[in-house]
Structures are given as C-alpha cells and as structure tokens.
C-alpha cells in the first residue's frame, strides 16, 4: 500500500508553547488529509479534514485556533497545537486519501506529551 | 444516527488458536467497509476492504465477511500469533461525502 509518514512519532513539549506535526504522503498526491486524535484504549476521532489549497474544515468541538492545519502542498499537511497543555497530550495520527472514493493510508501516528 | 460498534471489547487467546471479531453498523448509505490492525502506539494498517457486493475477502490468515442485509461484519483469523496482538479497528464509509465511521476496536491479547 501507499506510504504516509508522520514526523515526530513522539514530541515532549513544555505547557504553553507550540509544536508542530507533519503529515506526508510518500509514492503518492493527497488531495485530502485527515487528521485524528486518540485517546488511550479508544477509537480515532476525527479532528478535521483538509483539501489541499483550502482551509481545513473542523469536527465539531475542535478550536481551529488552537489546532491549526495547513495542507499548503499534495504531499505535505501540517497540525500546529498551538499554546499546548496538559490536556492536549494524545497520540495524533494523519491519513491521506489520494481522490474521492480511494483508500486513505495511516501515518504510524505521533505521542504527543505537554508537560 | 451512524453507528458502528465491535465486539468483543477486549479478547484473550492462546497461540494457534482461532478467532472472530464483529462488527454492526448502522451508516447508511453505505459504501464500503474496512477492518484494520493497530498495533500500540502505532497508525492502522489496512486488512480488507469489501464493498456492497463482496461478501468474503481474505488476507492471509484474516478473512473478512459482511452481510450488507443486516449489516454486520465479521473478521475471523486463523491460527493466531503473538504478532496479532492489537487492537481491531472496523471502519464503514458512507457513501455521501465519502464520511469515515471508526468502531472502538477490539483489543486482541495473544498468549503463548
């Protein structure tokens, strides 16, 4: 199957500051990413879907200000936690879908830790 | 309202042993339905993928049913290794907005 990578897998970062994921898609041209959060010993959530040159549209109760996602190129969509707390540690994983009605591929995820 | 949900939540089984996993759902208009593996830690790897028509679809020791009239899947794998151990995610996708529904997954323990 196709390859997607995600960078970091894991990031520990002080409360307050803002860390950055990136999302690739590797042999192929993502039209849309998804982005999800998971929770230990539960199912992904969708946070929000991005189109590529678009704004991302939210789930609801996600703040796009505080997760900020960019989807600037085919290959590349980033997650920003901005102003990150405790609360905000979960493990986020991306998938990227090439079209409408195609697979999407999971990243192997990132563990995020606000300390 | 869209729903999918698993069961078992949690199963032990020893090596060599066989199980099977369900999956009901209630997303309609349906599209397609994939069961994946998650290893901990780690981001899903597709199993199978079967649609409307498709009624069994085996991967390996994986196979996966569906009964599109009742709405029920099921992946049964045969003669488990204690790689298997990881949670079971079944995902159904509608067919308006291509909209993914994620089930809890079951969390499969294999014992030597």
């Known amino acids: 199957g196709a390859v997607v990578s995600q960078h970091p897998s894991r990031v520990i970062c002080k409360s307050g500051t803002s860390v950055k994921i990136e999302c690739r898609s590797l042999d192929f041209q993502a039209t849309t990413m998804f982005w999800y959060r998971q929770f230990p010993k539960k199912s992904l959530m969708l946070m929000a879907t991005?189109?590529?040159?678009?704004?991302?549209?939210?789930e609801q109760g996600v703040e796009k200000d505080k997760f900020l996602i960019n989807h600037a190129s085919l290959t590349l969509s980033t997650l920003t936690v901005t102003s990150a707390h405790p609360e905000d540690s979960s493990f986020y994983i991306c998938s990227a879908r090439q079209r409408l009605n195609t697979e999407a591929f999971f990243g192997q995820g990132t563990r995020l830790t606000v300390v | 309202k869209n729903q999918v949900e698993q069961s078992p939540q949690s199963l032990i089984i020893l090596e060599g042993k066989n199980c099977t996993l369900q999956c009901n759902y209630t997303v309609s208009p349906f599209s397609n339905l994939r069961w994946y593996k998650q290893d901990t830690g780690r981001g899903p790897v597709s199993l199978t993928i079967?649609?409307?028509?498709?009624n069994t679809k085996s991967n390996g020791r994986y196979t996966a049913t569906l009964d599109a009239d009742t709405k029920q899947s099921s992946l049964h794998i045969t003669a488990s290794q204690l790689s298997d151990s990881a949670s079971y995610i079944c995902v159904v996708t509608s067919y308006n907005f291509n909209k993914f529904y994620f089930g809890s997954g079951t969390k499969l323990n294999v014992k030597p």
């Open positions: 079967m649609t409307f028509s498709e």
């Open positions: 991005s189109n590529e040159g678009s704004k991302a549209t939210y």
